[in-house]
């Protein structure tokens, strides 16, 4: 049986201050009760951590698959005697205790900002209300359900005043559900209207939904472009640089005799060293730490402007962003609702004004009924005698409530109880319709007839309800709300408010912000309108800016269609109603102030509530998308000319062209400082599809250019120079130091290419790292620990014709990719835009 609310209020020493609730005749749980049970451990306890343990931070950022090979090089190199060719396991350190601090550094600042936005439930112990975090529930605590809250906890009701639950993220099922007392209730069931109060029966891993809500939760995985294709590149580089490494072990043995023989002669020491200068090269040691690196870093800022990042990939995501769905309420208005009037259409005003502030005056009205009934207290009103009520419902949009006398009062969305009605009222549509237009909210107030009285029953609404007022709010349109739309216009993300609202109301406010901009004016339609076919819905978002009367699973059902268009969607939102859209959207966004069902299944919470903060988030992914491009395509052009010398060497059984220490010395200086600093520079370059065919394209003709000059240098160099390099060491290190000195040299020059535009601080980059390049090779203490023996006048002056010629073979090879791609996309990648302009 559904219980009538008892006007007794709960009472506290502030009972003012403090959500009234309904008195009850249940006590609850003593203190010592609670204590002896979470000593037992019959605690509501999950694992719902919002970031990586310390442990799983550690362990992923040292033992990973380079980093155990590079190790494993270093020791060899140890064993061979030769320490100074070890010194890139100390790099290794280093970027490994890089990675392990800035993650632990963005988990601290995540947790400290995660309290913020942590939920609490209500519960009764020792015969009072306390608010209590979720995993300090008890098996056997009196729960209190409200309107909004996500159940913690499975229970059974004891109570119920109109709850309703949705629960959509057990069932898959999006229709509310009624439950009354002795009903069963599950965790992560939202509670859509109504009130309850509910005993626990289950707690934390024993909880029939606990499986399912976890899955709901934090832990969405993110589909990120940039993760993708460097997990790409990582793995066929395994499947190139394992076997690559066997083999030219194979052939510098080989080149010294044979594996008895490199023994005897001591020879296997230098074989080592060449073959672990191939594998060095070969490992992009410090692309996956960068990586790591940028989303760590781009998490810490945005924590500093109350952006909580639930997975740190989503700071790509809405870089990726083409299309932006907005929930009206608390996005593009602040949630504040103020009561401007009531327009009285038959009858007494004050009896009209009664009579709404009774219909809306439930245990949890929604926002409008709230701003309502605080309006017409402060006019002197107060709440009287109410037999029984049907509250609010978010599916039905109405509420109603019988006096003793017997008379009844609906009030609720004007299109729906109108539309019910056997009568057209013309002239109430119309002034409806009106004020609709002015941006208001608008509510209609109806009578219900004789017959109405015994026909009280929240499945439908009688037909011969009188209109009698029209009562009048307006909403509160966030200051930054015109500023950030236009952002996201500028930037190409087609922007749509979504909204329960009428669709004229929406579409007035959305005039106010200028959502389209000088284009056009936003087009609003009514949801109920639209096809409920995914195809045909995809179709018909197209030309629709606004739609009003939206049902929760119509904002799934809306997500989905874009998706079918490839599009790439991000919903924002703060009510129950908006966690399935937010859980299917690309990135889901939720405001510091939304329903705790809503914040669990969001990637990311502007704490704070503002949407000012979008902005910035789009920001930061840009400039981790754009900048790891950069970092990317350095680190992958040294593993195509590594791979390339490697490959030469092992063919052509010649002493490896450098030593590890060169290449330590090289991947520094162009590479991994340069790397580090345009990781971190500022960047808004827009989104582009195709990452990863852009970074093979610029690194396969720059790697195979390095990776040729510098073997036709170690081929050639000896001959027109008369160095012989298997008998003499010195020639050999003076072979070695100019083929380092080729590498290092269009190393700059791929440097100065990733760095582009020159005309900036990128150019005095550039600059500075060449010549401490060439000062290092200068310096008595430097050059001698790297083993930079630079040739004599007859060798030097080959050498300069070598990199004469080495700079040519480059920018020849630059210039044939260009042409070729040019040409391809000419005759056979053209785009459908393009093909539709010719």
């Known amino acids: 049986m559904e219980e009538t609310l008892t006007e007794q209020p709960t009472v506290t020493p502030a009972a003012e201050e403090k959500p009234t609730l309904p008195y009850i005749e249940e006590d609850g749980l003593s203190t010592e009760k609670v204590e002896e049970l979470t000593a037992a451990g019959a605690v509501n306890h999950l694992d719902t951590q919002t970031s990586r343990s310390y442990k799983d931070i550690i362990l992923s950022n040292v033992f990973t698959l380079f980093n155990t090979i590079i190790f494993v090089a270093m020791i060899l190199v140890m064993i061979a005697g030769q320490w100074r060719d070890a010194i890139f396991g100390v790099v290794i350190i280093v970027n490994t205790g890089i990675g392990i601090f800035t993650e632990l550094k963005a988990k601290r600042a995540l947790d400290s900002l995660s309290i913020l936005v942590a939920s609490h439930a209500m519960v009764r112990r020792d015969g009072e209300n306390k608010e209590v975090a979720h995993e300090d529930i008890v098996l056997g605590d009196i729960l209190w359900i409200?309107?909004?809250?996500?159940?913690?906890?499975?229970?059974?009701?004891?109570?119920?005043?109109?709850?309703?639950?949705?629960?959509?993220?057990?069932?898959?099922?999006?229709?509310?559900?009624?439950?009354?007392?002795?009903?069963?209730?599950?965790?992560?069931?939202?509670?859509?209207?109504?009130?309850?109060?509910?005993r626990v029966s289950a707690v934390g891993s024993s909880s029939y939904a606990a499986t399912l809500t976890a899955k709901a939760k934090v832990y969405k995985k993110v589909h990120s472009d940039l993760q993708e294709g460097i997990n790409k590149i990582l793995k066929y580089m395994t499947?190139?640089?394992?076997?690559?490494?066997?083999?030219?072990?194979?052939?510098?043995?080989?080149?010294?005799?044979?594996?008895?023989?490199?023994?005897?002669?001591?020879?296997?020491?230098?074989?080592?060293?060449?073959a672990v200068a191939g594998v060095v090269g070969m490992i992009p040691e410090g692309l996956v730490l960068l990586t790591s690196l940028n989303f760590a870093l781009s998490a810490i800022r945005l924590s500093r402007q109350n952006t909580l990042v639930q997975q740190m990939e989503s700071v790509e995501t809405l870089a990726r962003v083409d299309c932006l769905n907005l929930d009206k309420t608390g996005t593009i208005t602040d949630g504040g609702i103020v009561f401007d009037g009531l327009i009285a259409l038959s009858g007494s005003i004050d009896v009209l004004k009664q009579a709404a502030f009774d219909v809306?005056?439930?245990?949890?009205?929604?926002?409008t009924g709230a701003a309502v009934i605080k309006g017409l207290r402060e006019q002197g009103f107060e709440k009287t005698a109410v037999e029984s009520r049907i509250p609010f419902s978010s599916a039905r949009k109405w509420s109603a409530m019988r006096r003793e006398d017997g008379s009844t009062w609906y009030c609720g969305a004007p299109?729906?109880?109108?539309?019910?009605?056997?009568?057209?009222?013309?002239?109430?549509?119309?002034?409806?319709?009106?004020?609709?237009?002015?941006?208001?909210?608008?509510?209609?107030?109806?009578?219900?007839?004789?017959?109405?009285?015994?026909?009280?029953?929240?499945?439908?609404?009688?037909?011969?309800?009188?209109?009698?007022?029209?009562?009048?709010?307006?909403?509160?349109?966030?200051?930054?709300?015109?500023e950030t739309l236009a952002?996201?216009?500028?930037?190409?993300?087609?922007?749509?408010?979504?909204?329960?609202?009428?669709?004229?109301?929406?579409?007035?406010?959305?005039?106010?912000?200028n959502l389209m901009g000088e284009s056009h004016s936003p087009r609003a339609v009514d949801a109920r309108e639209l096809p409920k076919d995914p195809v045909a819905l995809a179709a018909a978002l197209e030309d629709i800016d606004v739609l009003g009367r939206v049902l929760p699973e119509q904002k799934k059902a809306i997500v989905d269609a874009l998706h079918l268009k490839s599009h790439v969607v991000a919903m924002t939102g703060?009510?129950?109603?908006?966690?399935?859209?937010?859980?299917?959207?690309?990135?889901?966004?939720?405001?510091?102030?939304?329903?705790?069902?809503?914040?669990?299944?969001?990637?990311?919470?502007?704490?704070?509530?503002?949407?000012?903060?979008?902005?910035?988030?789009?920001?930061?992914?840009?400039?981790?998308?754009?900048?790891?491009?950069?970092?990317?395509?350095?680190?992958?052009?040294?593993?195509?000319?590594?791979?390339?010398?490697?490959?030469?060497?092992?063919?052509?059984?010649?002493?490896?062209?450098?030593?590890?220490?060169h290449m330590t010395y090289i991947s520094a200086l162009t590479i991994g400082i340069p790397a580090f600093i345009l990781s971190l520079a500022p960047n808004n370059r827009r989104y582009r599809k195709g990452f990863l065919s852009r970074v093979v394209?610029?690194?396969?003709?720059?790697?195979?250019?390095?990776?040729?000059?510098?073997?036709?240098?170690?081929?050639?160099?000896?001959?027109?120079?008369?160095?012989?390099?298997?008998?003499?060491?010195?020639?050999?290190?003076?072979?070695?130091?100019?083929?380092?000195?080729?590498?290092?040299?269009?190393?700059?020059?791929?440097?100065?290419?990733?760095?582009?535009?020159?005309?900036?601080?990128?150019?005095?980059?550039?600059?500075?790292?060449?010549?401490v390049g060439v000062m290092g090779a200068f310096i008595p203490a430097v050059s001698r620990f790297f083993a930079i023996d630079l040739p004599d006048d007859i060798g030097g002056m080959h050498l300069f014709i070598a990199l004469i010629l080495s700079v040519i073979?480059?920018?020849?090879?630059q210039a044939i990719v260009r042409w070729g791609v040019r040409w391809m996309r000419r005759h056979y990648l053209r785009t459908p835009y393009e093909i539709r302009r010719r």
């Open 146 to 198: 409200r309107s909004g809250e996500q159940i913690p906890a499975d229970a059974q009701m004891l109570h119920s005043w109109g709850l309703e639950l949705d629960e959509s993220m057990l069932t898959g099922e999006s229709r509310t559900v009624h439950k009354k007392p002795g009903d069963q209730v599950f965790s992560g069931s939202t509670a859509v209207s109504g009130l309850g109060v509910a």
């Open 239 to 274: 499947y190139i640089v394992i076997p690559l490494c066997l083999f030219l072990a194979w052939s510098q043995i080989s080149a010294v005799g044979g594996l008895s023989q490199a023994f005897q002669t001591g020879a296997w020491r230098a074989a080592t060293v060449s």
């Open 360 to 367: 809306l005056n439930e245990e949890t009205p929604n926002g």
């Open 415 to 482: 299109e729906i109880l109108l539309s019910a009605l056997s009568a057209p009222y013309p002239d109430v549509r119309k002034a409806v319709s009106s004020y609709a237009r002015k941006g208001k909210r608008v509510l209609l107030l109806a009578q219900g007839s004789a017959s109405a009285q015994t026909d009280f029953t929240e499945e439908s609404l009688p037909v011969d309800l009188k209109p009698e007022a029209i009562v009048l709010c307006s909403e509160s349109i966030r200051e930054d709300a015109a």
């Open 487 to 513: 952002y996201f216009r500028d930037q190409g993300v087609r922007c749509r408010i979504i909204s329960g609202d009428n669709p004229e109301t929406v579409g007035a406010i959305a005039e106010k912000v």
């Open 574 to 661: 703060d009510g129950v109603n908006d966690s399935l859209a937010i859980k299917e959207a690309d990135l889901g966004i939720a405001m510091g102030n939304a329903a705790s069902a809503t914040k669990s299944v969001a990637q990311v919470i502007l704490v704070d509530s503002k949407f000012s903060h979008l902005p910035e988030v789009v920001a930061q992914g840009r400039r981790v998308m754009a900048n790891m491009e950069r970092v990317a395509s350095l680190f992958l052009v040294k593993t195509c000319y590594s791979a390339i010398i490697a490959v030469g060497v092992v063919i052509s059984a010649i002493p490896f062209p450098y030593l590890p220490r």
């Open 697 to 771: 394209l610029f690194s396969l003709p720059s790697g195979i250019a390095i990776g040729a000059c510098t073997l036709a240098v170690s081929l050639l160099l000896p001959s027109y120079a008369g160095w012989n390099v298997f008998e003499n060491a010195h020639q050999l290190t003076v072979l070695r130091t100019c083929c380092a000195i080729v590498v290092f040299t269009l190393g700059i020059l791929v440097l100065a290419r990733v760095s582009k535009p020159l005309n900036t601080w990128r150019g005095g980059l550039v600059f500075a790292i060449a010549a």
């Open 809 to 813: 073979v480059f920018i020849v090879v």
